[in-house]
C-alpha cells in the first residue's frame, strides 16, 4: 500500500516538475503569449505632400483643368474691364439725367450678372479641383493598402518630409507642430507608392539600403 502511494506521490512530482519545465519553455520562446493576440502590427509613414507634387497624371489634370478654365476666366474679366469703364462715363454724366439713369441701371444689371457667373465660375473651379484630388487620393490608398498587405504593415501615418528652413519663423513654427518628430527612414514608403503611381513595378519587399538610397530609387529630396 505505503509503494503504491510513494508511485502515485512518485509520479505527480514528476508531472508536476514536466509541466513547469514546460512552461518556462514556452514562456520562454514566446508560445506562452498567444493567448495575449497577435503581435503588434508594423508601421510606415507616407508624405501625400510630396506625392502630389511629384505625380505626373496629377499635374498634367490639373494643368488641363487651369487651360479649361482660362478662357472663362479671360471673358469675365473683359465684363469687369467694360463695367469698369462704364462706370468712368457714368462718373462724368449729371445724376438725375436720362442717360446717368439707364447708364446706372444697366451696369447694376451687368454688375449683378457677373457677381453669378463668377461665382458659377469659382464653384465649378472647386468642384472639379475635388474630384480630381479625390480621384488621385484614391489611387494613392488602393497602392498604399496593396503594399501593407504585401509587407505585413498594419498603419500608415501622414507625415511632412520637407526640411524646415531655420530663417523662416512660419516655417519653423509649422514644424514644431508636425506630430511626427522623427522617423527612420526605412518606414518611409512614400517612393515605393508614388513608382507605383507612375507604373513602375510593385516591390512585395523594399529593397535594402544602400548609401543613404532605398534599393534603386533615387533620393525623395
Same mark, same amino acid.
Given at each position: 500500500m505505503l509503494n503504491r502511494l510513494f508511485s502515485a506521490s512518485r509520479t505527480t512530482r514528476l508531472f508536476l516538475l514536466f509541466s513547469l519545465s514546460t512552461f518556462g519553455l514556452y514562456s520562454a520562446t514566446g508560445w506562452g503569449q498567444v493567448a495575449a493576440g497577435p503581435p503588434p502590427s508594423r508601421m510606415a509613414v507616407i508624405d501625400i505632400k510630396y506625392i502630389l507634387e511629384n505625380h505626373q497624371r496629377f499635374k498634367s489634370s490639373m494643368e488641363l483643368m487651369k487651360k479649361q478654365f482660362e478662357a472663362a476666366g479671360k471673358e469675365l474679366q473683359d465684363e469687369r474691364n467694360q463695367i469698369v469703364q462704364m462706370d468712368k462715363q457714368l462718373s462724368e454724366l449729371n445724376p438725375g439725367t436720362s442717360d446717368y439713369n439707364q447708364l446706372e441701371e444697366r451696369i447694376t444689371r451687368m454688375k449683378a450678372d457677373w457677381t453669378v457667373k463668377a461665382n458659377k465660375l469659382k464653384k465649378d473651379i472647386r468642384n472639379q479641383e475635388s474630384q480630381i484630388l479625390w480621384n488621385v487620393y484614391y489611387e494613392i490608398q488602393t497602392e498604399t493598402k496593396r503594399y501593407c498587405e504585401q509587407n505585413g504593415i498594419g498603419l500608415v501615418v501622414q507625415f511632412n518630409g520637407?526640411?524646415?528652413?531655420?530663417? @523662416? /519663423?512660419?516655417?519653423?513654427?509649422?514644424?514644431?507642430? @508636425? /506630430?511626427i518628430v522623427y522617423n527612420a527612414a526605412q518606414l518611409d514608403i512614400t517612393p515605393w507608392i508614388l513608382k507605383a503611381l507612375h507604373g513602375g513595378a510593385r516591390p512585395a519587399v523594399p529593397a535594402p539600403r544602400v548609401g543613404g538610397k532605398q534599393g534603386v530609387l533615387p533620393p525623395r529630396r
Open positions: 520637407d526640411e524646415i528652413d531655420s530663417h @523662416r /519663423p512660419e516655417e519653423v513654427v509649422k514644424g514644431m507642430s @508636425r /506630430p
